[in-house]
């Protein structure tokens, strides 16, 4: 995930559960992502790196599942959620925006404006037109 700083509010805030949760999340980003690539720390086995994988996997799925659930109350809580949207519906980005059927489309294009309006970048697109 680039580009996920998430201000931190205090307590009374509206969205302060789920900025608390986005930044969880953020925090776990980076290590997750280089498991997913399958890299390796330092002297560990491969088996304990896919052990790591999973751990760090139903970690952040959880978190997801968490953001998505709660109440948004203000742009900075929309753009929590939006750190988890932009990797859910991933096969919106395998092709040209205009060679996707009109369901991909349509969610491909709402997540690209609230990416926008949050200051997130959106996927890139993965096949060029």
């Given at each position: 995930?680039?580009?996920?700083?998430?201000k931190?509010?205090?307590?009374?805030?509206?969205?302060?559960?789920?900025?608390?949760?986005?930044?969880?999340?953020?925090?776990?980003w980076?290590?997750y992502?280089a498991?997913?690539?399958?890299?390796?720390?330092?002297?560990?086995s491969?088996?304990?790196?896919?052990?790591?994988?999973?751990a760090l996997?139903?970690?952040?799925?959880?978190?997801?599942?968490?953001?998505?659930?709660?109440?948004v109350?203000?742009?900075v809580?929309?753009?929590?959620?939006?750190m988890?949207?932009?990797?859910?519906?991933?096969d919106?980005?395998?092709?040209?925006?205009?060679?996707?059927?009109?369901d991909?489309?349509?969610?491909?294009?709402?997540?690209?404006?609230?990416?926008?309006?949050?200051?997130?970048?959106?996927?890139?697109?993965?096949r060029?037109?």
């Amino acid at each position: 995930m680039r580009h996920l700083k998430v201000k931190s509010h205090s307590g009374d805030y509206p969205d302060a559960e789920l900025l608390a949760l986005g930044k969880t999340l953020e925090r776990l980003w980076p290590e997750y992502q280089a498991a997913l690539e399958g890299r390796q720390k330092p002297g560990e086995s491969a088996a304990t790196a896919r052990d790591r994988y999973y751990a760090l996997d139903r970690q952040t799925a959880e978190l997801a599942k968490k953001i998505m659930a709660s109440p948004v109350h203000t742009l900075v809580g929309l753009r929590v959620k939006a750190m988890v949207a932009i990797h859910a519906p991933g096969d919106c980005w395998d092709e040209p925006f205009d060679d996707l059927d009109w369901d991909k489309k349509g969610i491909r294009a709402l997540v690209e404006a609230v990416c926008s309006v949050t200051g997130l970048e959106p996927p890139k697109e993965k096949r060029a037109a």
